[in-house]
Structures are given as C-alpha cells and as structure tokens.
C-alpha cells in the first residue's frame, strides 16, 4: 500500500472521509506531481473521487457502486473549500421536511455564486443561484436547519425558505403543480411569522403564487400573512409562468384571482 492510501485509511480511522489536496500534501510531504499521480492510480481503483479540483472523498467499499457517498455527507466540507455559504433546498430539503410526493433527482443547492450543476457517480449535483444581497438575507441560522451526517452538519432551507424557495424556482421543483404539492405537505409546518419576513427577500410574484397555493391546500394561517404583499403587486401575473397561450383570444378565458393578483393559467392537481 502507497503512502497515500495509508493516510486515506488514518483519516478513515478518524471518522474523516474527505481532504483537500493541499493538506495531504503537508502531511505527506509530497510534491504536486507526485500527489496527482498517487490520486490518479486511487481514483482508478475507485477508493478516490473528486467532486471538485483539488478536493477529494474517500470511497468505503459500500460507496463504489453508486460512485460516491451521498453528497449530504460532504456538501458542507465542500463548501468549506470553496469558501462559499450554502443550503440545501428545493426537492431535497422538501423530501426532508416530509413532502415524499416528489423524486429527488438531483441534489439542489442554492448558493450566491454561479456554480456549475455536475454528475459524481450516480449523484446529480445542481447549484441554484441567489443573488448574493438576497442570499445574505436569507441564508440566516434562524430559517435554516440541519441534516446531522458523519462530516457534522449540513446546513438546509427551514420549511419556510423551502416553500419560498420551491416556489421562486418552480422549474426546478417538478413544476408549479409539483410545488403545489410541496405546499399541501409542508404549508401547516411553515411558522407565519417566519414565512412573512422571509418573503419580503422574494420576488413579489413568487410570493403570490405561493400564498394561492398554500390557501388552495387549506393552510389559512400561512397564506394570510402573505396577503399584503398582494397590494404592492403592479399587474397580474400568471400562476405558471411556463404556460404560454396558444392565441391572446384563449389567454383571456383564463380565470382571474384578484385576491392574489394572478391569472390561473394552469389547473392546481395536488394528492390529499
């Protein structure tokens, strides 16, 4: 066994299944070339692989047939790395607060830096872009919650910044009527108070959307704090903003909900 694949196994023995390039480099007192070229035999062998340059897991016999762990046990390291704050939203973090409704196809982070989506073995990672002054106000310990996994913690949008979330990226979240699904499962967990300062983060018209979803699964409470975002709306807005008429003739048969200023261009299908 290389010098490498003992330290993978010492930091295996600590509980530990990443490390960056850099401080295997130090401890081993390795060169650049002669690191890459140990890692690069590891990652044959399929004990190694990297999700990002320079930043490495380690693969447990039961990890190699999906490829690599999954990603909720080193998205935060990662992260780390890169030196970029994160949370898991979206389908994951809707599966995690119990909407079971939805596949989760891929692994979805909102982050305030555009990233690219990549494949790591069977895993799908997809980063979603917040602007970063939104982000920041977002991205708060109050409105987040955790996922425990073998690295720590992984940081995960609360139900409220995840209904928020699911519905301003709709297309990333099965479509309006897959949020809509989210908002029957999770709606009566959403803290009001928490839900209506979030939202003033949020496009207007996300908001609307989400509080007509959340009043057509019953949740009163919820959607009563969203309601005076509806005066600040300038027009009406359609429900789902994917749908395009064929002609204006048949986009005015659409009907009209003044009470959250859109234009209900999709029928809600949702599971009770």
């Not at 490498?4 to 299944?17: I, K, T, V």
């Not at 959607?223 to 309601?227: G, H, P, Q, R, S």
């Given at each position: 066994?290389?010098?490498?694949?003992?330290?993978?196994?010492?930091?295996?023995?600590?509980?530990?299944?990443?490390?960056?390039?850099?401080?295997a480099m130090e401890s081993l007192d390795l060169s650049s070339a002669a690191f890459i070229a140990a890692a690069g035999r590891l990652v044959k062998k399929h004990?190694?692989?990297s999700p990002h340059r320079g930043f490495y897991l380690i693969l447990r016999p039961e990890d190699r047939v999906s490829g690599?762990?999954?990603?909720?046990r080193w998205i935060d390291p990662l992260m780390k790395y890169l030196g970029l704050d994160y949370r898991i939203s979206l389908l994951r973090a809707a599966s995690f607060h119990g909407s079971s409704h939805q596949a989760t196809m891929a692994f979805q982070v909102i982050v305030p830096r555009q990233l690219r989506a990549f494949d790591i073995g069977r895993h799908r990672l997809q980063f979603i872009y917040q602007a970063p002054a939104a982000f920041a106000k977002t991205n708060v310990p109050d409105w987040l919650s955790k996922i425990k996994s073998e690295a720590g913690f992984s940081k995960v949008a609360g139900v409220e910044l995840t209904l928020l979330d699911c519905t301003r990226y709709f297309h990333k979240a099965a479509g309006i009527n897959g949020v809509a699904q989210i908002a029957q499962d999770l709606g009566a967990k959403a803290d009001p108070r928490k839900l209506a300062k979030a939202a003033a983060v949020y496009e207007n018209s996300a908001v609307r959307r989400l509080g007509y979803l959340l009043e057509h699964a019953g949740h009163a409470r919820q959607?009563?704090?969203?309601?005076p975002f509806v005066r600040k709306a300038k027009s009406m807005k359609p429900l789902d903003p994917s749908v395009r008429p064929l002609t204006e003739s048949l986009a005015e048969?659409?009907?009209?909900d003044t009470k959250w200023m859109l234009v209900i261009n999709e029928p809600v299908e949702i599971d009770f």
């Open positions: 066994m290389g010098l490498l694949g003992r330290y993978l196994d010492e930091l295996l023995s600590r509980g530990r299944a990443y490390f960056s390039r850099e401080e004990r190694l692989a690599a762990p999954d990603p909720v959607a009563k704090v969203l309601k048969r659409y009907e009209k």
